[in-house]
């Protein structure tokens, strides 16, 4: 693992980290993990083997045994739990509330760790989730903490939900993104918190090419990458 260069990119729920890590792949042609996209799986799946997102033991089996695949397409990433593509139903409300309610249970987190780390494969990986550079990935050589506020977040939000067809209020994505940032920030397994080497970006008011330029300039100074000659 160590002789694979890996970008971390932790952060809170809307702050661009999934946006900004397929930007990057895409760029530098490395293997990209969403980690928050295992955890939304494992909670759908939960959902369909009607078994209780508190039941930690009989979480922590589905952990262990999903049959999942991550599949790159125009639209971006889709999703196939056991032979079905699932993208949509994950990328719900519902599947979020899923992986916020199984991701605080650490035996689940232990049982997504190694799965999580036999992802960094050459040329490089780039992992997008919450503890990413403080858990999963201790050594990378750069980590990134995308954060925004949560008002931005919530019309981002907003904005990606009213193109699938969802309507929902602002104040009540207000209300859910603060409510999962209180969960993230206090949760005892793996709370959501920057590495104390990683490098702090405020997306608020940046666009994601401005944030992925960023990020490109500082895998180029750490030498992972080689300097762009513009």
């Not at 890590?21 to 494992?42: C, F, K, M, N, P």
């Not at 919530?154 to 990606?160: H, K, L």
Request: hydrophobic fraction near 45%; glycine fraction near 6%.
């Amino acid at each position: 693992m160590s002789k694979v260069p890996v970008i971390c990119v932790d952060g809170p729920s809307g702050a661009g980290k999934g946006t900004l890590s397929q930007r990057l792949a895409e760029t530098l042609g490395w293997h990209l993990l969403d980690s928050g996209a295992l955890y939304r799986i494992v909670g759908h799946a939960c959902v369909l083997r009607d078994i209780s997102w508190q039941d930690e033991s009989r979480v922590v089996e589905v952990a262990e045994t999903l049959d999942v695949r991550f599949v790159p397409s125009p639209a971006g990433v889709s999703v196939w739990l056991e032979g079905e593509d699932v993208t949509a139903q994950i990328r719900s409300q519902d599947g979020s509330r899923g992986a916020s309610a199984v991701a605080v249970l650490a035996k689940v987190r232990v049982a997504l760790l190694d799965r999580q780390r036999s992802m960094a494969t050459l040329p490089g990986l780039v992992a997008d989730g919450r503890d990413m550079g403080t858990v999963v990935f201790p050594n990378a050589v750069l980590k990134i903490f995308l954060t925004a506020s949560a008002e931005a977040r919530a019309r981002r939000r907003q904005a990606q939900l009213l193109e699938k067809g969802e309507s929902v209020s602002l104040p009540r994505l207000l209300d859910s993104i603060n409510e999962r940032d209180e969960r993230d920030t206090n949760r005892s397994a793996s709370p959501l918190v920057a590495a104390k080497d990683a490098v702090l970006i405020d997306s608020s008011t940046l666009t994601v090419d401005a944030v992925c330029d960023r990020v490109l300039e500082l895998a180029a100074d750490k030498g992972l990458i080689a300097r762009s000659p513009n």
